[in-house]
């Protein structure tokens, strides 16, 4: 098996991420969007709600979960940007949340399993 590089790896999760939230209801906005502080990596809508979702993969558990790894200061990073994208949208007075997508890889190099953490963490450091 060829190894891969962590952005390969990590393309490979933000498609499977999008595929799930697809199919869990959600409506891609966007992805990748920058701004600046800050990338979200997808933009979607689930109801009336906005969701910035934040794609964490792993292929071992040695540093903890993924999840884990979405800290204060990338919080801060995502809410800044959320706060950009809803200005530039027009969308102040829409709900929002933020998810965490946490993609696990096999041993193989296949995906073993795929979570969605809804309101995986409250907005910090702007208000």
Not at 52 to 79: C, I, M, N, Y
């Amino acid at each position: 098996m060829l190894k891969r590089t962590k952005q390969t790896t990590g393309a490979i999760a933000e498609e499977h991420a999008q595929r799930l939230l697809k199919k869990r209801g959600y409506r891609i906005l966007a992805t990748n969007f920058r701004a600046t502080g800050g990338e979200i990596d997808i933009v979607a809508a689930k109801g009336d709600c906005i969701v910035f979702a934040e794609v964490r993969s792993a292929t071992t558990d040695e540093f903890g979960s993924p999840r884990e790894s979405v800290g204060r200061t990338k919080q801060r990073r995502l809410t800044r940007a959320a706060m950009s994208f809803l200005k530039s949208r027009r969308l102040s007075n829409t709900s929002w949340r933020f998810d965490v997508v946490e993609v696990i890889f096999g041993p193989d190099g296949e995906i073993a399993s795929a979570e969605i953490i809804e309101n995986a963490f409250e907005p910090r450091g702007i208000f």
